[in-house]
């Protein structure tokens, strides 16, 4: 099955700098790789998705980039603000299967 | 995005019963739907995979005869922890599928005592 590596677990950034969160996965068969905020207590809130016929998606701040060829996926947040605070899960999915989460990474935003 | 409700958002039982948890698609139709498991502090882990119509699909590891899941329409998927104990305490979160995107219940917090 797929096996989705997540980096790194924990991430602190000042506000206003850059932060990556980059995954790996194993199945070359995955074709779909969403990436999930997580607030404590709630549910995960898709962000960004990426399909594999595509190298890289922006939205405003927020932006994903996917090598198929070394199954890796990065998720870029520019211009961080304090409410980025939360974990954020990167998962990947082949055909019709429920979704691999990766670990998760705890991301912090330093006023 | 889409909504998917749950519910109960919380339960606590006594071991050895059973507890149901619904989830349901407002605003679209869902013929797939997915039950997660979340212990603190850590990942999704997807359990099973409910059909509309059909048997439910369970990943490696997870008791089929002891999480029961029914999808009976096309709105709704139930989850049944029958016999719970203690270390099925956990956060239970559902997804439905549009396209290729899913969209996740609130989840249910599931103690048992």
């Known amino acids: 099955g797929e096996n989705v590596e997540q980096h790194p677990s924990t991430l602190s950034v000042q506000e206003g700098d850059s932060a990556v969160i980059k995954c790996t996965y194993s199945?070359?068969?995955?074709?779909?790789f969403p990436w999930y905020k997580q607030e404590l207590g709630k549910r995960p809130q898709l962000i960004i998705d990426?399909?594999?016929?595509?190298g890289e998606k922006k939205d405003q701040r927020i932006a994903v980039t996917l090598n198929k060829t070394a199954k890796h996926f990065s998720l870029h947040i520019t211009e961080t603000q304090p409410e980025d605070s939360a974990v954020y899960f990167c998962?990947?999915?082949?055909?019709?299967?429920?979704?691999?989460f990766g670990k998760g990474t705890h991301l912090i935003i330093q006023p | 995005g889409a909504v998917v409700s749950q519910h109960p958002s919380r339960v606590i039982c006594k071991s050895g019963t059973s507890v149901k948890i619904e989830c349901r698609s407002l605003?679209?139709?869902?013929?797939?739907m997915f039950w997660y498991r979340q212990f603190p502090k850590q990942s999704l882990m997807l359990m099973a995979t409910?059909?509309?119509?059909?048997?439910?699909?369970?990943e490696q590891g997870v008791e089929k005869d002891k999480f029961l899941i029914n999808h009976a329409s096309l709105t709704l998927s139930t989850l049944t922890v029958t016999s719970a104990h203690p270390e099925d305490s956990s956060f239970y979160i559902c997804?439905?599928?549009?396209?290729?995107?899913?969209?996740f219940g609130p989840g249910t917090r599931l103690t048992v005592l």
């Open positions: 997804s439905a599928r549009i396209g290729t995107s899913q969209f």
């Open positions: 199945d070359s068969a995955s074709n779909y």
């Open positions: 990426i399909r594999s016929n595509v």
């Open positions: 998962a990947a999915r082949g055909g019709a299967d429920g979704l691999t």
């Open positions: 605003d679209f139709q869902a013929t797939t």
């Open positions: 409910s059909n509309e119509g059909s048997k439910a699909t369970y």
